[in-house]
Structures are given as C-alpha cells and as structure tokens.
C-alpha cells in the first residue's frame, strides 16, 4: 500500500463512512484544525516538557486522534465499534484534575499574560490558540452535528494549554510577561 491514493487529487475527501465531500467542508476543516493541534503538541513535547506533562500530553494526543475520528464519522457509527474513540465526561474531569492540580503550584494570576517565554511555554501558548480555533470550527458544525462532551473538551483542553504554558516557565524560572 502507497501512502498516496491519488483519491483527492479532485479537492475531495472520504469521510469515516465513506461519503465523499469537498476538502473545504466544515467537518473536514474542524478534524484538520483538531490534527493541527495534536502536531502543536508534538512541538510542545519536543520544546522540553517534564515527564508528568508528557504523560498528560501523550494522553491528550490519543485523545485528540478520538475526537478527530468522532468528527470524521457523521452518522456517529464509530463510537459504537470502537472503544478508543470514546470521549466523554470522565476525559473532561481529567483535564479539570489537571487543571487544579497544576494551578496549585502557580501564582494566582493579577492581569493578562503575554503568550511566550521558555520554547516549550511558547509551544504550549500556540497549542492553546491552535484548540480555540479548533473550538471555534467545532461550533460551526452545529450543536446538533457535534456531541456536547467533545466541545467541553475541547474548551477544557484550551484553559489545560494555557496552565501548562505557565507551569512550564514556571518550573523553568522563566518570569511570566504580564499585560
């Protein structure tokens, strides 16, 4: 098997159930915002995270190629035969855990902060506005088109971003830049 099929060379894709669309549909556009974020991760990971963010993030990446495929699938087929690309409320606790969990180790917050900092703070600030654009193509499909579970994920996982950016310039010494 080639990598290449040759199959959108028209500008069209298949989606999981084999309908054919235009690669500028708005599903298409929304797993492609969710498959550019999980590449961001792969920057943050590679800027330098420690070994309790990595596990976090390689678990988000997984969790990312579900919501990926979820999006993919519009007759919501998948969900039902494939145990891996469940995402629900007990993955939007998790991030919520993390949340707090990595909050206790900041300074509360006083004003706006200045993405950047240390490489793998910056990669994470690009992560964060990289998952409000994938939020915001989500909201595009619709509420109906799109379960309520993956949207707080998805919101959840922006506000995670933005503590893992301050976590790690904080466990690196590098001073936040306030607004």
Not at 35 to 61: R, Y
Not at 107 to 119: D, E, Q
Not at 121 to 148: M, Y
Request: proline share 3%.
């Amino acid at each position: 098997m080639t990598l290449y099929t040759k199959t959108g060379d028209g500008g069209e894709t298949s989606l999981l159930d084999g309908t054919r669309v235009p690669k500028s549909e708005g599903r298409v556009a929304a797993y492609g915002d969710v498959d550019e974020l999980n590449a961001t991760l792969g920057l943050a990971l590679a800027a330098g995270a420690d070994d309790d963010v990595s596990e976090l993030v390689g678990h988000i990446q997984r969790d990312l190629f579900a919501l990926g495929a979820r999006l993919a699938d519009p007759r919501e087929r998948i969900a039902e035969r494939v145990e891996k690309t469940g995402l629900g409320e007990a993955d939007v606790r998790r991030l919520e855990d993390a949340i707090d969990r990595y909050e206790a180790e900041l300074l509360p917050l006083r004003r706006f902060l200045l993405p950047g900092g240390s490489r793998a703070a910056s990669a994470f600030h690009l992560a964060r506005s990289v998952c409000r654009r994938a939020e915001r193509s989500i909201v595009a499909l619709g509420a109906q088109r799109v379960p309520t579970q993956l949207l707080q994920y998805v919101n959840r996982l922006s506000d995670l971003l933005f503590v893992l950016a301050r976590i790690a310039n904080h466990r690196s010494g590098v001073a936040e830049r306030e607004w």
